[in-house]
Structure formats: structure tokens, C-alpha cells
């Protein structure tokens, strides 16, 4: 799957800084975002075809497609593509730089379907109903951790019987003994993917008191104290992880 507007290159961190900031998603990060994400995420173009696919199976019709945390509109460009096109879609994001770059790229990908781009904030109640696939992809561990159970079970709630859903994480090995070693493995894609020292340190920097991953079972758990009876992982590569929820009818 091409990452549209994806011709700008990620140099965040290419220069030295003073003093790293907590890492933000304003104007120049969406301005390079799909690059960066396409470099720094292992597979991330197979889990956009497996989203697609898995919703596909799952969308009913007459309900609605939400993506949270919907940034530049990659996910929502490769459920268009498998999804009939009277299905509504409808992305959330916290910062409206992302939505207006998403709702350029949606335009620019031919969208014909409807589809609502809103500013929410996932710490807050959002309005999730009649919802039949909900998607959180690389969004769950920019949630504040007091804030995620409350996230899930508004999420559980605006899903009707038989809705799903899709979540994709950054996770923490089960024991710390991996750690280390998958950390390792990680920074070695980076650099593959010509990230520099500096850029990969600085960038962590950044993100330490942003990101917050969990364990696998942690995510899972989560899942379950949110009402969600079945639980699968439908993708694991070192220290990331796809999972699918499913709201019993």
C-alpha cells in the first residue's frame, strides 16, 4: 500500500537539540509523519493491509467505521479500498494539523464515501455509536495510562453486538530478560532505515514521557475488564503487536 504524501522526508531529529522537548504531533511532525512512520514502525505497510482486511469481514451495514487517533488517513485510505462505499467513516485526532492533512489525502485519494473528520480528545468521552469496527493503531500508548480502561469501555459501549475491535500497540516483552534484545532489534531497523544515533536517541528522548507502552497481557487484560470477551493477537513482530476485540451479540 503507497503512503500517500509521503514525498516529505522525516528529519526531525537530524540536528543536534539543546534541550529535547516531549514529542508532539503539530505541524512538523504531520508535515513528514508518513515518512516517519513508514520508517520507524516494523511491517507497517502489512498492518494496514491486515486492519483493512479484518474489517472487511467485520463491517455491518447501515453502522459506522471510526478510527482513533486517525492522523494522516493511511488507515482510513486502506479500509476504503475493501469496505462498500456506503459505509460512513469517521477518524478522530486530537491535533487538527493531522485531520486537515488527512482530509487532503482522503480527497486526493478519491474519496466518494462519507466520512467525518473530528477533533477529540481521547482522554475525554467521545462519541462512539452504532459502531461496528473501531480501530486504534499506534494510538492506545499515547493515552495517558490512568485514561485507557475508561477509553476502552466507551469504545465497548459504542460498538454494537458483534462489532470489533482492531488495536495496535507498542508493547513491552512479558519479561524484562527481552527487553533489551528486542530494543536492540528495533534500533537496528531503524538504522536499516537510515535513522542516525542521534536521530534515534533524540527522538526516545521525546517520546519517554509520551509513548507509554504495555506488556502484551497488560493490553489484553484491559481489553477484558472493558467487557470485551474475545480476544485474539493477529500480528507480533518483537515489540509491536495487533490485537482484535469482539463485543459478544
Not at 147 to 157: A, S, V
Request: aromatic share 12%; glycine share 6%.
Amino acid at each position: 500500500m503507497k503512503n500517500l504524501g509521503s514525498e516529505n522526508l522525516d528529519q526531525v531529529f537530524r540536528d543536534e537539540i539543546t534541550k529535547v522537548s516531549d514529542f508532539k504531533f503539530g505541524t512538523t511532525v504531520v508535515n513528514v509523519f508518513d515518512d516517519m512512520v513508514s520508517r520507524s514502525v516494523p511491517y507497517y505497510n502489512e498492518m494496514q493491509r491486515m486492519l483493512a482486511e479484518i474489517a472487511a469481514d467485520h463491517v455491518k451495514e447501515g453502522t459506522f467505521v471510526y478510527d482513533l487517533g486517525c492522523s494522516t488517513g493511511t488507515t482510513l485510505i486502506g479500509l476504503d479500498q475493501l469496505i462498500p462505499s456506503d459505509i460512513r467513516f469517521i477518524g478522530i485526532d486530537e491535533s487538527q494539523e493531522m485531520l486537515d492533512k488527512c482530509d487532503v489525502k482522503l480527497k486526493e485519494a478519491g474519496f466518494v464515501r462519507p466520512y467525518d473528520l473530528v477533533a477529540g480528545d481521547l482522554h475525554q468521552q467521545l462519541p462512539i455509536s452504532n459502531g461496528s469496527v473501531v480501530i486504534l493503531c499506534l494510538t492506545l500508548q499515547f493515552v495517558r495510562p490512568l485514561y485507557r480502561e475508561r477509553l476502552l469501555r466507551n469504545i465497548y459501549e459504542g460498538l454494537n453486538p458483534g462489532g470489533v475491535l482492531l488495536l495496535v500497540e507498542k508493547v513491552l516483552a512479558e519479561s524484562s530478560v527481552f527487553n533489551r534484545d528486542f530494543i536492540k532489534y528495533y534500533y537496528n531497523y531503524k538504522r536499516r532505515n537510515h535513522y542516525s544515533e542521534l536521530e534515534i536517541s533524540q527522538k526516545r528522548e521525546a517520546l519517554e514521557n509520551v509513548l507509554i507502552p504495555y506488556k502484551l497481557s497488560e493490553n489484553m487484560l484491559l481489553l477484558k475488564e472493558a467487557g470485551f470477551a474475545d480476544c485474539e493477537i493477529f500480528f507480533k513482530w518483537y515489540n509491536f503487536s495487533g490485537m482484535i476485540a469482539y463485543k459478544k451479540s
